[in-house]
Structure formats: structure tokens, C-alpha cells
């Protein structure tokens, strides 16, 4: 495969034309405001959430992307699926079917999985609750044409967000599953402190089904609202880019900073800053 | 092997006997008070740490502890290895000698090493520098008597504490060194989160040179003193010691608590909750 840095990255399917918006780097702005920034600034990709898009309308939003000429890369976010009652467990696995046809009419072939903590001290028992409502979407997923991207989160996140926690775990997870339907997102937030990310990388290869950028800022300003803009902390984000583009990831680049000072930033300048510091760092 | 729990636990030698204060759980005491404080509530071992040991000066620091009828379980602690220069890092690996004796003349058989960040973004590079600073202490170790436990941070520390974030990678290293000499510190507050802790406590066996307790609290109320006591959090305390003992590992048992609220509380009301918690949790 030609490296993606032989190439100008400014040609279309380049590396400038993967990037994407989380939609939630810029959390003020509706679906409508956001798709229509994107395309100011030459954004060809957003990631949308669940919840602006209920505000909007799926079909709103939908139509919103398609005017501004934007393609949805992401649905954010099913999972959380583990919970003390089977009949609480059914309930959200319906919730993730739900997630799944939102995806679906959204036009995005993506749908990401934070699967949520445990209700209690007992971590195998909510992995176990994880693996059983993955099992439970495949058929759905695999009917509307949805993957499924199990999102490891940094292990800071394990007792109140997920207890999914490394890439090789996803990974694993996702194996049991038809490579149509289930594979991983690898976000460096969560991943760049592993020992064996580049292994994991190369080992998820084309189970990879989005990569999420964003730096690693000392001292943490906030465990939840704590990431940085890229370049602006200690993650070696070329080098992981690289990495996730040789295992043969080749879809559309996110930045998802959740962080206060960025999101008291005035949506335009937030884009223009992202899209200078993907270029000098990730691109 | 007879299993740790078939026992009363108040025997000489059996869980209850095992409890020691990790001394920064308690850190407006001096030595001599924290040593007299262990005393007054039957906890028999003590893990130190060098600047109030320099402080009370170590001789008499040794002195106090043996008055007082408490054994030094550790001495806290070394490492911080990767620098920009060479002669930083000389500098470092000196000072660890120093850490060495300190230890000896403590009467401890164990100095933990907390290995330290990166300089800049290559984790690579650093976690090369503390192979190679701890190659370098392996015959100072040695001739002392001392055993250098190697304790993987969380990995939320991996940008600014410690580049050594999984038992799996601290052991790796270890192993590369004499087991009289190199070993690890498992630490439940820096590897409950992860899928394979059982697996690597397993695996490091008698590389177990030390074991900390403490609990993880949810939501965290800071990164670096966001430890809770002992059942105030979601950890699997129980679980995880029996699984140390199970590695064959039968040493003290660390109390290591860096929580405002608890530095705020008074000396004796600590080590009386400490107690009570122990038996209740861990023991």
C-alpha cells in the first residue's frame, strides 16, 4: 500500500480529506450550525451525537448534512449496556437498536459503543453483560447495515464509563463477531499510553472502524473535560495516525475534544484551530 | 498452599499481621510520630518514604521504628530515570544508589521505584532509559540487599509520573534482571481496571516484592489525591490480595491513601478507620 504520506494529502481520499468534527468538540452549535461550519471551513466529515440529532430531527439532521455537503462519519454513542436487572439490560439493548436505525437514516455505516460501567465491584460480570448485548445487535446491525465500533475508553474511565479499557480488549471482543458487524474505534486519548498500542494496532487491522484525535495535556485539567487540541500535549499523534492507516484504516479522522476553555471558543475559530493543528500534527 | 483465609488471620504471620501504614497515608506525621502511631493501633510494619525519613534523618528514623517495634516494609521512593541528557540521568541513577543505602540502613529489604515520564513525546525512548537505569542499580541492589519493586502507575499517570503503566510491563522488565534483585509492586488502586490483572498477578509470582490497597472513589475527586479507603469504592480489595497470596507473595500489606479529606483527619482516627476497614475489606 502506498503510505499515505507519499501522497500530497490534499488530493480527494488524502489524509486532509479524512478530517472530521465530533460534533461535540463544538457542543453549542446544533446539527444544523455544525454541518454548515464544517462546510465553511472545508470539513467533509462530522460525527454527530444522539442527542443533538433528537433535538434537530433525525431526518432534519440528515437532510441538514446532505445540503451542506457534509457526509456523517459516526453515530455517537450506543452501549452502556451493563445494569442490575435483565429486564434494565433488555431495555437498553432496545435503546442500541433505536441507535442503530438513527445511524442507519443518518447515512453513517458507523455506530460507536461505549459500553458503560459495572453497577457494582464485579468487572467480569458487566464485560460478560457487554458481550451478551453485542451479541444481541449483530443481527440488527448487520440488517440496517451498521457497524458496530466498540471504543475502548482510558482506564481513568473504568469504573464509571466503561469497562472496556484497551484496544486488545476491544479487539478481542469484537473477534468473536462477523467482521461486517464488529470492530473497534481507536481514539489516541484513550490508547496512547499502552505498551502495546502499535501491536494492537496492527493487530485490529481491518477491524478498525474509526480513529479519534485529539492530545494529552499535563497536568489533566479534568478527568472528563481534560483533552487537549492536538499538538498541545504529549501524544504521538503522526506516528498513531501512520499506524492506523498501515493496518489499513483509510475512513475519516475525528477530533472529539471534550475540554471547557475549547468549548467556550466561538465555533469558527474552534474549526480554524483544528483544522491548522491537523495538519501540522496528524496529517 | 494453604489458603490464607482457611486461617484466623490473627495469628503471627496471618492477614491481620500483615497490615502496614504506607507513612503518606498520614503525612503531617513525622516518623517518629507515625512509627509510635502504628504502634498504639498493633499495626506492625511501616512503608517510609525518603524525604521524611531525611527529615528525621535516617539512623534515627531507624532507631524510632525499632523503639517503637515496627518493621520498615518498603522505603518510597525511587526511580524518575528518563532525562534529557546524559548526565541527568547519571545524576538520577545516583541518587537511587543513595535511595539503596537508605533502605539498607532502614532495615528494609525493599525500595519502590516510581520509574518516571517521558522528557518529551517519545515513550519509547524512555521506557528504554529506565531498562537502563535499573540494569545500572541491579549490583548496587545486590550488595545492599535490597530489592527494587518496580510499581506500574495507572495510566493516567503515564504522561507525567510513570511510563511504566501495567503489571504485564513491569514484570516483562523485572524479568529481564535477577529475581533476588528486581521484582514489582502491585499497587490495586493502578491495576484494577484492567482485563488481565488476575492472569499477571499469576504471572508475577514471586516477583511480587509488595502490595498496596486503598480503593478507587467514583466520580474522582482529583487524579493524584483521588484515592478513597478501603470499601468507600468499587475495587475487588479481597479478591485482588487473595490473588497476591495465591502468587505466593505473603509480605505486608501497604495502606497507601493521597486523599485530601483523609490527610485533613487526625493521625489516630486514620489508623483507626484503617483497621476496621482492613478486617473488613481486605483481610
Known amino acids: 500500500m502506498i503510505p499515505s504520506d507519499a501522497r ?15 460534533q461535540m468538540t463544538v457542543p453549542r452549535w446544533t446539527v444544523r450550525e455544525a454541518v454548515e461550519g464544517c ?24 437532510r441538514a448534512a446532505r445540503d451542506a455537503g457534509v457526509a456523517v462519519s459516526s453515530l455517537c454513542r450506543g452501549g452502556w449496556f451493563p445494569a442490575a436487572t435483565h429486564a434494565e439490560r433488555q431495555r437498553r439493548i432496545d435503546d442500541n437498536r433505536r ?36 451479541a444481541a445487535l449483530v443481527p440488527d446491525a448487520i440488517a440496517a447495515g451498521v457497524r458496530l465500533a466498540i471504543e475502548p475508553l482510558h482506564p481513568m474511565f473504568a469504573a464509571d464509563r466503561s469497562v472496556i479499557v484497551t484496544l486488545a480488549q476491544a479487539t478481542m471482543l469484537a473477534e ?34 474509526g480513529f479519534h484525535v485529539s492530545d494529552w495535556i499535563t497536568p489533566l485539567p479534568d478527568v472528563l473535560f481534560g483533552r487537549g487540541m492536538m499538538g498541545d500535549g504529549v501524544i504521538e499523534l503522526r506516528r498513531l495516525r501512520r499506524a492506523v492507516d498501515a493496518a489499513g484504516y483509510a475512513g475519516p479522522i475525528e477530533v472529539e475534544i471534550f475540554n471547557r476553555e475549547i468549548h467556550a471558543m466561538a465555533g469558527d475559530d474552534v474549526l480554524a484551530l483544528i483544522g491548522a493543528r491537523y ?3 496528524v496529517a
Chains 1, 2 share one sequence.
Not at 500530497?8 to 465530533?22: F, H, I, Q
Not at 472545508?42 to 444522539?50: E, F, K, N, V
Not at 445511524?103 to 458503560?116: F, M, Q, S, Y
Open 8 to 22: 500530497t494529502g490534499d488530493e480527494p481520499g488524502g489524509v486532509a480529506d479524512r478530517l472530521s468534527l465530533n
Open 99 to 134: 441507535a442503530i436505525a438513527e445511524a442507519h437514516a443518518l447515512g453513517t455505516d458507523t455506530l460507536v459503543l461505549v459500553c458503560g460501567p459495572a453497577t457494582d465491584r464485579d468487572l467480569d460480570a458487566a464485560r460478560r453483560m457487554v458481550d451478551d448485548a453485542v
Open 39 to 62: 462546510a465553511r471551513h472545508g470539513i467533509r466529515h462530522i460525527g454527530l451525537w444522539r442527542e443533538p440529532v433528537a433535538e434537530c430531527g433525525v431526518e432534519a439532521s440528515a
Open 176 to 209: 468473536r463477531f462477523p467482521p461486517v458487524a464488529v470492530g473497534v474505534l481507536a481514539d489516541v486519548y484513550h490508547i496512547w499510553w499502552d505498551p502495546a498500542v502499535y501491536e494492537e494496532i496492527e493487530r485490529a487491522g481491518a477491524r478498525i472502524f
Open 279 to 281: 495538519r501540522a500534527h
